[in-house]
C-alpha cells in the first residue's frame, strides 16, 4: 500500500454550521447569543436584500461590517442555512430565551437578599449550570459552571465539521459575517472538532500513511473521494533547519504568532498559521519542529486563540498555557474550552509565576489592561519569556492606560531585552465583538469611546523607556493577507495604527533602539 503525505497547502478549517469556529462559537451561552444576534440577524437580512449586502461588500471601508459576503444568485442557500440553524440549533435558541428570562428574574428579584429562592426558578436549560452570586455592592451576576455546560446537552458536537480545501482555493470570507458556503475543490467531514482522526490526518504533512485508511476514519462523502485523492502527494516535506547550538531562535510567523526555540525547548506564542511551503517571505506549518514543546495564548480574541491553528497543532502540543480566568458570559475560560477540544495539558498561567518550561526557559504571567472595551474580562496577561538569559516581553494588544501598573511590575521582573508590542490604538467598537452578549445595544457614544484599542506610540515607548528594552518590534496589526478571514482586511498607509507605527519606530531609532513594524517573516538569533 502507497504511503503519501498530506499536501502542505491543505486547510482543515472548523465550522459550526458553516460559519467559520472561534471561541465564542463553542461556549454554549455565547455561542447561542451569536447565533440568534449575529448568523441569524444577518442571513435574514441578505435573504431580505441580497444585492445591498453584495454592494456592500465591494466596498473595502465596509468589509468586517454585518454584510453576508456572498453573490445574490446565492440568496436560496443562504435560505435553506436559516431554517437548518433554526432546525439543529433549536437548543441554542431556547437557550437564549432561558439566559434572558434569567436575566429577567436576577433584575427583579434580586435585592439584596439571599438568593437560594431563586435557584428552583432558574429556567430548566440552565438549572444546575449557574452559581447565582451578589458582587459587594449587592449587584446580581450569573457564574456559569463551564465545565458541566461543555458536558450538557447545549454543547452540540453534531453541528461541528470541517471544510479542507488548498490554500490557493480559499475563498472565505470575514468570519463574523459570512458563512463558508460549498464550493468547487472543498471536501466537507461531519466530524466533531477532537476527533483523533483529525490528528491523524494533520500528522500525515510530516509523516506518511495510507491515505484510504484515512478515508475511512474521516468518513469522506463518496461523492468526494476522487477530489480527496489529490489532497496527497508521495513527496516528503522538508526538514526544519535545526536551531544553533546554544543559540536562541526567533520566528515571526505573522500577525502575534512567534516561535522561540532553543536546541532543547520550543514555544509558540499566540499562532496563527499559514499553509503551504515556505517560502522567502513568510514561515509556514511546515516550519514547525516536529513537537511544538509549548503553546502560550495570550487571551481569547480569535486572532490569536485560532482555532483552526489550534486543532492541526493539537496532535504535536506538548502543554498549553492560558490566562486564568472564566465562569462568566463575557469571559469564557480558556482551559475548559481547550480540554473539550481534546487537549491534554492545559495549565493556567498565574500572575507574577514564573513556570519553567525547559532548560534555562522561563515563562511568567504579567497583567494586561485595555484592549477589551472595559468589560470584566479576566483571561488574559501580557507574558514574559526567558530563554538562555535572554528577556522577551509580548505585550500584544495590551494598551498601557495606567504606566504606573508597569512600573510596579518592573519593579518586580526588571528589564526586558525585546519587546513586542501591538499598536492597533483604533480598534473596533464595543459592539463589534461583544454586541450580541450585551441585553441592550450600547448608546452611539459609548459603543464608539469604548474600543479595542491597543497602545499608541507614545504609551509603547513608555514601555521601552521604563524596561530598558533594547530592541522593539511592532506587531499584531493583521497586515498579512492570511488574517483578512479573521480581521477583515488590513490596515491602509494612512490608517492610524500604520501612522503610529511609524512614529513609533521612528522615535526609537531615533534614540538608538533597533525597530521595526513585523510584516510576513522575521528571524533572530540570539
Same mark, same amino acid.
Request: net charge negative; charged share 25%; with cysteine.
Given at each position: 500500500m502507497e504511503r503519501l503525505y498530506l499536501r502542505q497547502d491543505i486547510i482543515a478549517q472548523p465550522l459550526v454550521l458553516r460559519w467559520q469556529a472561534w471561541p465564542q462559537l463553542l461556549f454554549p451561552p455565547t455561542a447561542a447569543l451569536n447565533v440568534v444576534g449575529r448568523h441569524l440577524k444577518i442571513m435574514r437580512s441578505f435573504v431580505q436584500a441580497p444585492q445591498a449586502h453584495e454592494a456592500a461588500c465591494r466596498n473595502p471601508?465596509?468589509?468586517?461590517?454585518?454584510?453576508?459576503?456572498?453573490?445574490?444568485?446565492?440568496?436560496?442557500? &443562504?435560505?435553506?442555512? &436559516?431554517?437548518?440553524?433554526?432546525?439543529?440549533?433549536?437548543?441554542?435558541?431556547?437557550?437564549?430565551?432561558?439566559?434572558?428570562?434569567?436575566?429577567?428574574?436576577?433584575?427583579?428579584?434580586?435585592?439584596?437578599?439571599?438568593?437560594?429562592?431563586?435557584?428552583?426558578?432558574?429556567?430548566?436549560?440552565?438549572?444546575?449550570?449557574?452559581?447565582?452570586?451578589?458582587?459587594?455592592?449587592?449587584?446580581?451576576?450569573?457564574?456559569?459552571?463551564?465545565?458541566?455546560?461543555?458536558?450538557?446537552?447545549?454543547?452540540?458536537?453534531?453541528?461541528?465539521? =470541517?471544510?479542507? =480545501? @488548498?490554500?490557493?482555493?480559499? *475563498?472565505?470570507?470575514?468570519?463574523?459575517?459570512?458563512?463558508?458556503?460549498?464550493?468547487?475543490?472543498?471536501?466537507?467531514?461531519?466530524?466533531?472538532?477532537?476527533?483523533?482522526? &483529525?490528528?491523524?490526518? %494533520?500528522?500525515?504533512?510530516?509523516?506518511?500513511?495510507?491515505?484510504?485508511?484515512?478515508?475511512?476514519?474521516?468518513?469522506?462523502?463518496?461523492?468526494?473521494?476522487?477530489?480527496?485523492?489529490?489532497?496527497?502527494?508521495?513527496?516528503?516535506?522538508?526538514?526544519?533547519?535545526?536551531? @544553533?547550538?546554544?543559540?536562541?531562535?526567533?520566528?515571526?510567523?505573522?500577525?502575534?504568532?512567534?516561535? %522561540?526555540?532553543?536546541?532543547?525547548?520550543?514555544?509558540? $506564542?499566540?499562532?496563527?498559521?499559514?499553509?503551504?511551503?515556505? #517560502?522567502?517571505?513568510?514561515?509556514?506549518?511546515?516550519?514547525?519542529? *516536529?513537537? $511544538?514543546?509549548?503553546? %502560550?495564548?495570550?487571551?481569547?480574541?480569535?486572532?490569536?486563540?485560532?482555532?483552526?491553528?489550534? &486543532?492541526?497543532?493539537?496532535?504535536?502540543?506538548?502543554? %498549553?498555557?492560558?490566562?486564568?480566568? #472564566?465562569?462568566?458570559?463575557?469571559d469564557p475560560g480558556l482551559k475548559p474550552m481547550l480540554e473539550r477540544l481534546g487537549f491534554r495539558d492545559v495549565r493556567e498561567l498565574g500572575m507574577l509565576s514564573p513556570q519553567q518550561l525547559g532548560p534555562g526557559v522561563t515563562l511568567t504571567g504579567l497583567p494586561f489592561l485595555g484592549e477589551h472595551s472595559d468589560l470584566d474580562i479576566r483571561a488574559k496577561h501580557v507574558v514574559l519569556l526567558e530563554a538562555l538569559g535572554h528577556r522577551m516581553m509580548f505585550a500584544t494588544d495590551a494598551r498601557n492606560v495606567e504606566p504606573r501598573m508597569f512600573e510596579h511590575v518592573h519593579r518586580l521582573i526588571g528589564d526586558v531585552r525585546t519587546l513586542f508590542v501591538g499598536l492597533e490604538c483604533e480598534g473596533a467598537p464595543l459592539s463589534w465583538l461583544y454586541g450580541p452578549l450585551m441585553p441592550e445595544a450600547p448608546e452611539r457614544t459609548a459603543d464608539q469611546g469604548r474600543r479595542l484599542n491597543g497602545s499608541t506610540s507614545d504609551m509603547a515607548m513608555q514601555l521601552v523607556r521604563l524596561f530598558g528594552v533594547k530592541e522593539a518590534f511592532v506587531y499584531a496589526l493583521g497586515l498579512e493577507p492570511w488574517l483578512t478571514p479573521v480581521t477583515g482586511g488590513a490596515h491602509g498607509e494612512h490608517s492610524l495604527p500604520v501612522v503610529e507605527t511609524r512614529r513609533f519606530v521612528e522615535t526609537c531609532r531615533a534614540e538608538g533602539i533597533p525597530s521595526e513594524r513585523l510584516f510576513l517573516s522575521k528571524e533572530i538569533v540570539l
Open positions: 471601508a465596509l468589509r468586517s461590517g454585518p454584510f453576508l459576503d456572498a453573490p445574490a444568485a446565492r440568496k436560496e442557500e &443562504i435560505r435553506a442555512l &436559516i431554517e437548518e440553524t433554526e432546525r439543529r440549533q433549536r437548543g441554542l435558541l431556547e437557550l437564549t430565551q432561558a439566559m434572558a428570562a434569567l436575566d429577567k428574574l436576577l433584575l427583579d428579584e434580586a435585592r439584596g437578599r439571599s438568593l437560594e429562592p431563586l435557584y428552583a426558578r432558574v429556567p430548566e436549560q440552565l438549572r444546575g449550570y449557574v452559581e447565582l452570586v451578589y458582587d459587594t455592592r449587592n449587584r446580581p451576576s450569573v457564574r456559569f459552571l463551564e465545565p458541566l455546560l461543555y458536558r450538557g446537552p447545549a454543547y452540540d458536537t453534531s453541528v461541528q465539521g =470541517f471544510a479542507l =480545501f @488548498p490554500e490557493a482555493k480559499d *475563498a472565505r470570507r470575514f468570519m463574523l459575517s459570512t458563512p463558508l458556503l460549498p464550493q468547487e475543490g472543498q471536501v466537507e467531514l461531519a466530524l466533531p472538532f477532537d476527533a483523533p482522526a &483529525i490528528d491523524a490526518l %494533520v500528522r500525515m504533512k510530516d509523516e506518511p500513511g495510507s491515505r484510504e485508511e484515512l478515508e475511512e476514519r474521516l468518513r469522506v462523502p463518496a461523492h468526494q473521494r476522487e477530489l480527496f485523492r489529490t489532497f496527497f502527494t508521495p513527496e516528503a516535506p522538508p526538514k526544519p533547519d535545526p536551531v @544553533p547550538a546554544g543559540r536562541v531562535r526567533v520566528r515571526y510567523f505573522g500577525h502575534a504568532c512567534i516561535l %522561540v526555540e532553543t536546541g532543547e525547548t520550543s514555544v509558540l $506564542v499566540d499562532p496563527v498559521l499559514r499553509h503551504g511551503a515556505p #517560502g522567502e517571505d513568510s514561515f509556514t506549518f511546515s516550519s514547525l519542529p *516536529a513537537r $511544538v514543546d509549548h503553546v %502560550v495564548l495570550t487571551h481569547a480574541h480569535s486572532d490569536h486563540t485560532a482555532l483552526e491553528t489550534l &486543532i492541526a497543532l493539537r496532535g504535536r502540543t506538548g502543554t %498549553v498555557h492560558v490566562p486564568p480566568g #472564566g465562569g462568566s458570559l463575557q
